[in-house]
């Protein structure tokens, strides 16, 4: 899967943020029940840039056009810690053991402080660093985690973001206009 330019740092601060598939109904007398549909937020980004060569918005635009627009699902990494802020994240999703996959890619890249759970627990397993999708680092399980357990992660580090761009239809004046003013949208996807 292709990886957002990471060379063209956006302005600081990217705004990343969480969305939950939460299901609410509401009851005549006011009160509301609340269902979670999702046991994972997937994460919406704005990048906006206020100044940009004309090879890096082309760089920009050219990604754009080769994702066909909101067609194609592409990660994006944080930039934070390249810009040395850390971050921590908690409850990532990992994915779903199948009983005979020990080794993983972890939500991120760069990364420190890892703790790996499955289904809440945190079982033997070592670091790999880089060498998945995007170059994101990996978890090597002593044991291959069980059919559709559930695998999550804590960690320090650079988020990796499957996402697609929200936007279907732009002009390139439109593009340029909303990359410097008001910041290109990502759309977060569930899954890694």
Known sequence: MAVFPENILPVYPVLIEP?????????????EQRRQKSLYARYNVRLQYKSLSAANAQTIWDFYMARRGAFEAFYFFDPSPTIGITTSHTGLYVGTGNGSTDI????????SSQTVY?????????IL???GAGSADRVDFVAAPGEASSISC????????????????????LFMTVLYNYGIELKGLAGN
């Open 19 to 31: 969305e939950w598939h939460t299901l609410i109904s509401n009851f005549d007398d006011g009160s």
């Open 104 to 111: 993983f890619d972890l939500p991120g890249k760069s990364t």
């Open 118 to 126: 499955v289904d809440g627990y945190s079982p033997s397993y070592s």
């Open 129 to 131: 660093t880089g060498g």
């Open 154 to 173: 804590d960690f320090t580090g650079s988020l990796r973001i499957r996402c697609r761009f929200a936007h279907d239809k732009l002009s390139k004046e």
